[in-house]
Nanobody, 119 residues
Framework: QVQLVESGGGLVQAGGSLRLSCAAS????????MGWYRQAPGKQRELVARILSDGATNYADSGKGRFTISRDHAANTVDLQMNSLKSEDTAVYYCTAVSDVSRVRTVYWGQGTQVTVSS
């Protein structure tokens, strides 16, 4: 069973930075994509950023220019660097990974890490 473990969340003032890290129990090269979602209280879970197997990246409009997703194959981690944080970035951030094996898609989720931005 694939495990994804997030770290790096915490409390930060508006304008500050945080770096989230997601450690996978498998080689991240087996995943078609990995990414970060977030869920604020009372809201649906939404995409923050993702990185595809070919290295292409996608960002939600809310994070463009402020967030950067990256991966480290040697460490089997995917990180999310978040700069210029705003109060509206407050949410639980989840790491996700998707694999497609024999036409069967499996989506894995981490337990989440809380990010709180104080204004």
């Amino acid at each position: 069973q694939v495990q994804l473990v997030e770290s790096g969340g915490g409390l930060v003032q508006a304008g500050g930075s945080l770096r989230l890290s997601c450690a996978a129990s498998e080689r991240i090269s087996v995943f078609n994509l990995m990414g970060w979602y977030r869920q604020a209280p009372g809201k649906q879970r939404e995409l923050v950023a993702r990185i595809l197997s070919d290295g292409a990246t996608n960002y939600a409009d809310s994070g463009k220019g402020r967030f950067t997703i990256s991966r480290d194959h040697a460490a089997n981690t995917v990180d999310l660097q978040m700069n210029s944080l705003k109060s509206e970035d407050t949410a639980v951030y989840y790491c996700t990974a998707v694999s497609d094996v024999s036409r069967v898609r499996t989506v894995y989720w981490g337990q989440g890490t809380q990010v709180t931005v104080s204004s």
